[in-house]
């Protein structure tokens, strides 16, 4: 802990904690001036991620304790392929949500980019933090900010289902704590690396208590992550919230599946003895039935933005299929759909934002109604949100699918994995050109000439053309989410970099 | 002492689940209430149960209590409490916005009636 470039470390959580303090102590009446430095903090987290993430890229774990109190007594941040993947992602995705709000939306409330940058903190947070209990507390930060980002803006049907959201939240915040409290009894620790080395040592009477707090967990990430029957909380918040905070909240979900792949691979992965693979005979059919779910609600929506949160609910399930599979293939090509989801449903989700303002009084109703300006554009850009997201070839979503297909045949159910995934694909195919072909071809002669917004369509161009570049870096990429995988399951490595040579050893590893 | 701890966790915790699934607002807050106050005491019970006993080290100590599930409740307490305070916020000018203090959505959802985006 001598190198000050080991000091990079904690600074995607300080930096937009810093930020946030100084955008509502000094700045809270500058608009213009708070939209200014919450671009350029995000700009200088995209770069912060990216130097993490190259940092990272030589395959070593590294853990910084805070205070360098010697592990599993200190709070501890830890950094490997898996956190430094995600908070580029993470980055990345702020950046264009960012851009887009600083077009209008940002205006219609007050404390929009502190809200903004306190939720990417707890973002960040939850992917550094190598302690049960600080996943807990970063989770709050998060979900404190996107309350508040949810109601931006008011207006009744927001409140009512801003209330159903925080009330959800709660309760899921009461379970993960009888949970951590569970594993404290029986093991002593919160620290994961300290918990995968004590579960497998647990006595055999404790085991059942320790089974029901790892599940209790299981069921906070699962409602995070949208797994049914876990999931309706949200199409209401993500339908009924402005477009950029809906993109954001696409890494929202993400948080639960790393929760998930983090908890259940490490501490209750293989190896684990009595609780070996606790939560994985859930995962796999509830992600089936996620995806079916989603694919038919996608058809029975009656707006865009409703349509594409029960997309991100089908994505949900697509990207929980391969993780619930629990081995390095499943993890390397869920982690490629993961990437690719939150691109594009964010895209698509801005896209929504931007139909409902263009389109007058019939909004994203799918309706016919007189063509909005630049339909063409908007439309052209729906189309290829629409293509990636159901996984039609030749954007990113079908390799994504393609390599889950792959991985899936490992498992003993692959007929029903193969059955559900093409048929979903098949139903959504279906939603989306009924959406794309009333929205924009059913519509009669143009009502007006709106002039066209630059920055969001700059934002939803940019999200695109990540998915584009996605596509085209396929193969590297999957090459390194291969070793990202592989490092994901890797206990040992995990477990030295947190407690030292001597703990691995006495693992067992 | 463990049978009198462990039964005020169960009715809290009774109480809250069954006020959490009323359709109002209010009593789901107070249901939340309970839930909280359960959680709290149950996170502090899993440290064992000790009496008399100091969660810091010290020569004269007989034993010691385990002070980290005490740092973990003030953690919860605080948060719980924010997040209550939050929520009645909400439910306050979701009623005063509404009239009604039901907490469900409307099944067919006016299309004027949404959030301005």
């Given at each position: 802990m001598t190198a000050p470039l080991d000091h990079l470390l904690i600074l995607p959580v300080i930096l937009p904690a810093m930020a946030a303090a100084f955008l509502v102590l000094l700045l809270r009446h500058h608009l213009r001036r708070q939209r200014i430095v919450s671009i350029i903090v995000t700009v200088l987290l995209v770069g912060l991620a990216a130097l993490l993430f190259a940092q990272a890229s030589d395959g070593t774990v590294r853990a910084y304790r805070l205070g360098d109190w010697p592990a599993p007594f200190s709070i501890i941040l830890v950094l490997d392929r898996l956190s430094a993947t995600l908070l580029l992602l993470t980055s990345l995705l702020a950046l264009c949500v960012v851009v887009y709000a600083a077009g209008g939306v940002d205006g219609r409330g007050r404390h929009f980019h502190p809200l903004f940058q306190f939720q990417l903190m707890g973002i960040n947070g939850a992917f550094l933090t190598g302690d049960v209990f600080n996943l807990f507390v970063f989770f709050e930060v998060m979900l404190i900010a996107s309350y508040g980002l949810m109601l931006h803006g008011g207006g009744a049907a927001r409140l009512k289902a801003g209330f159903q959201y925080v009330a959800i939240n709660l309760l899921a915040s009461v379970v993960f704590l009888v949970g951590v409290g569970l594993i404290y009894a029986v093991t002593?620790?919160?620290n994961m690396a300290d918990l995968a080395v004590k579960v497998p040592q647990v006595a055999a009477g404790d085991a059942a208590l320790l089974k029901a707090g790892a599940l209790l967990l299981f069921l906070v990430f699962a409602t995070k992550a949208a797994l049914v029957p876990l999931h309706w909380w949200l199409p209401a918040t993500y339908a009924g919230t402005s477009a950029p905070a809906a993109a954001l909240f696409m890494i929202m979900t993400k948080v639960g599946a790393y929760a998930i792949i983090r908890v259940y691979g490490l501490v209750f992965g293989a190896g684990a003895g009595p609780l070996e693979l606790a939560a994985a005979p859930f995962v796999l059919p509830a992600a089936l039935v996620t995806l079916a779910v989603g694919a038919i609600g996608l058809v029975g929506s009656r707006t865009l933005r409703d349509l594409s949160a029960f997309a991100v609910i089908a994505s949900m399930g697509t990207l929980l299929v391969a993780i619930g599979l629990f081995d390095a293939a499943g993890f390397s090509a869920g982690l490629y759909y993961l990437v690719h989801s939150t691109f594009a449903g964010a895209a698509l989700f801005l896209i929504a934002g931007l139909v409902q303002e263009l389109r007058g009084a019939a909004r994203d109703r799918l309706v016919p109604a007189p063509a909005m300006p630049g339909e063409t554009l908007v439309g052209g850009l729906f189309f290829l949100a629409a293509i990636a997201l159901v996984g039609?070839?030749?954007?990113?979503g079908f390799l994504g699918k393609v390599m889950i297909l792959k991985a899936a045949q490992a498992s003993v159910i692959w007929p029903w994995i193969w059955a559900v995934i093409l048929a979903a694909s098949l139903v959504m195919t279906f939603g989306f050109a009924r959406a794309g072909s009333v929205l924009f071809w059913a519509s009669g002669p143009a009502s007006g000439t709106k002039p066209l917004p630059a920055l969001p369509l700059v934002a939803v161009a940019a999200l695109l053309a990540l998915t584009l570049a996605w596509t085209l870096a396929a193969g590297p990429a999957s090459d390194a989410l291969g070793l990202t995988a592989r490092q994901a399951l890797d206990r040992s490595a995990y477990i030295g970099a947190v407690l030292g040579p001597d703990a691995r050893l006495a693992a067992g590893d | 002492m463990e049978l009198l701890v462990a039964g005020a966790i169960g009715i809290l915790t009774l109480v809250g689940i069954y006020l959490i699934?009323?359709?109002?607002?209010f009593p789901v807050i107070l249901g939340l209430t309970f839930l909280s106050y359960a959680v709290n005491v149950f996170l502090f019970a899993m440290g064992r149960l000790v009496i008399d006993r100091p969660p810091v080290i010290s020569p004269d100590a007989a034993g010691y209590t385990d002070p980290l599930p005490q740092a973990l409740v003030l953690t919860a307490i605080v948060i719980s409490f924010g997040m209550t305070a939050l929520i009645v916020v909400l439910a306050l000018r979701g009623y005063l916005e509404t009239g009604s203090d039901h907490s469900a959505l409307d099944a067919p959802r006016q299309p004027d009636e949404r959030g301005e985006a």
């Amino acid at each position: 802990m001598t190198a000050p470039l080991d000091h990079l470390l904690i600074l995607p959580v300080i930096l937009p904690a810093m930020a946030a303090a100084f955008l509502v102590l000094l700045l809270r009446h500058h608009l213009r001036r708070q939209r200014i430095v919450s671009i350029i903090v995000t700009v200088l987290l995209v770069g912060l991620a990216a130097l993490l993430f190259a940092q990272a890229s030589d395959g070593t774990v590294r853990a910084y304790r805070l205070g360098d109190w010697p592990a599993p007594f200190s709070i501890i941040l830890v950094l490997d392929r898996l956190s430094a993947t995600l908070l580029l992602l993470t980055s990345l995705l702020a950046l264009c949500v960012v851009v887009y709000a600083a077009g209008g939306v940002d205006g219609r409330g007050r404390h929009f980019h502190p809200l903004f940058q306190f939720q990417l903190m707890g973002i960040n947070g939850a992917f550094l933090t190598g302690d049960v209990f600080n996943l807990f507390v970063f989770f709050e930060v998060m979900l404190i900010a996107s309350y508040g980002l949810m109601l931006h803006g008011g207006g009744a049907a927001r409140l009512k289902a801003g209330f159903q959201y925080v009330a959800i939240n709660l309760l899921a915040s009461v379970v993960f704590l009888v949970g951590v409290g569970l594993i404290y009894a029986v093991t002593g620790t919160l620290n994961m690396a300290d918990l995968a080395v004590k579960v497998p040592q647990v006595a055999a009477g404790d085991a059942a208590l320790l089974k029901a707090g790892a599940l209790l967990l299981f069921l906070v990430f699962a409602t995070k992550a949208a797994l049914v029957p876990l999931h309706w909380w949200l199409p209401a918040t993500y339908a009924g919230t402005s477009a950029p905070a809906a993109a954001l909240f696409m890494i929202m979900t993400k948080v639960g599946a790393y929760a998930i792949i983090r908890v259940y691979g490490l501490v209750f992965g293989a190896g684990a003895g009595p609780l070996e693979l606790a939560a994985a005979p859930f995962v796999l059919p509830a992600a089936l039935v996620t995806l079916a779910v989603g694919a038919i609600g996608l058809v029975g929506s009656r707006t865009l933005r409703d349509l594409s949160a029960f997309a991100v609910i089908a994505s949900m399930g697509t990207l929980l299929v391969a993780i619930g599979l629990f081995d390095a293939a499943g993890f390397s090509a869920g982690l490629y759909y993961l990437v690719h989801s939150t691109f594009a449903g964010a895209a698509l989700f801005l896209i929504a934002g931007l139909v409902q303002e263009l389109r007058g009084a019939a909004r994203d109703r799918l309706v016919p109604a007189p063509a909005m300006p630049g339909e063409t554009l908007v439309g052209g850009l729906f189309f290829l949100a629409a293509i990636a997201l159901v996984g039609l070839p030749p954007l990113s979503g079908f390799l994504g699918k393609v390599m889950i297909l792959k991985a899936a045949q490992a498992s003993v159910i692959w007929p029903w994995i193969w059955a559900v995934i093409l048929a979903a694909s098949l139903v959504m195919t279906f939603g989306f050109a009924r959406a794309g072909s009333v929205l924009f071809w059913a519509s009669g002669p143009a009502s007006g000439t709106k002039p066209l917004p630059a920055l969001p369509l700059v934002a939803v161009a940019a999200l695109l053309a990540l998915t584009l570049a996605w596509t085209l870096a396929a193969g590297p990429a999957s090459d390194a989410l291969g070793l990202t995988a592989r490092q994901a399951l890797d206990r040992s490595a995990y477990i030295g970099a947190v407690l030292g040579p001597d703990a691995r050893l006495a693992a067992g590893d | 002492m463990e049978l009198l701890v462990a039964g005020a966790i169960g009715i809290l915790t009774l109480v809250g689940i069954y006020l959490i699934l009323r359709a109002h607002t209010f009593p789901v807050i107070l249901g939340l209430t309970f839930l909280s106050y359960a959680v709290n005491v149950f996170l502090f019970a899993m440290g064992r149960l000790v009496i008399d006993r100091p969660p810091v080290i010290s020569p004269d100590a007989a034993g010691y209590t385990d002070p980290l599930p005490q740092a973990l409740v003030l953690t919860a307490i605080v948060i719980s409490f924010g997040m209550t305070a939050l929520i009645v916020v909400l439910a306050l000018r979701g009623y005063l916005e509404t009239g009604s203090d039901h907490s469900a959505l409307d099944a067919p959802r006016q299309p004027d009636e949404r959030g301005e985006a």
